[in-house]
């Protein structure tokens, strides 16, 4: 088996590090995780030299296997799906796969008003507020696309595919968004956040973040973007 390294940035902040962390501790593969620091000179430019010395895109995650080098966090979830069969990391039934991929692809490639107004902050409670209507139109989507998925898909279990894929941890760091955000949700969605927010994986992932200093973030307005709860 090769020696699996695993670069993640900030675990209160870093969403794209969050997604593959789970994927990997999903899988069962042995991996070593390794904390980056990004509050340093660089960051939001994918110019800091901490990051550049593990990857060549200038961003977390990143995925060592041996002398290979995976930037993505999509590429680094695929990856682990290949290596690791048997934790079927994509549903078996080709047609749940096939829409697996695709709310997948669609996390990975849009939401942007949403990343942008209700950023990950794991320790955060900020009061409900109002939302300009491009980022209430993201959660409305996502909130379909959940509800969608687990009526068609999801008997087997509480996730979207019933038993745990890539789909759930690339939509995990969403799920602690609407908790720390307050975003209300239907019934069906609000039952997936508690399920996605209850999973051992992502509870673990917390526990590491509560155990980082809980520094502010200075090179963004991350932790006072909205007023406290
Ligand atoms: N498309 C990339 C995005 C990775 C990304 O944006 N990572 C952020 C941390 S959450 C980063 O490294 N930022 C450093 C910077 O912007 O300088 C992926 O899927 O892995």
Redesign the pocket.
Known sequence: MPNLRLYV?NRNY????LRPWLCLTWSGLAFDTIDVE?DQP???????AD?LAVSPS????ALHVDDLVI????AIAEWAAEAAPAAGLWPADPKARAIARAVTAEM?ASFAPLRRDLPMNLRRRARAIDLPPETRADIARIDALWSDARARFGAAGPYLFGARTIADAFYAPVATRFRTYAIALSPAAAAYRDALLADDGVRAWEAAAAAQPAKPFSRSDVDNRHPDA
């Not at 930037?71 to 999509?74: E, N």
Request: hydrophobic letters at 30%; zero cysteines.
């Open positions: 940035g870093s969403s794209w590090s990004l660089g960051y939001g430019q994918g110019q800091i990051v200038g961003r977390v995650p930037w993505d966090s999509l990975h």
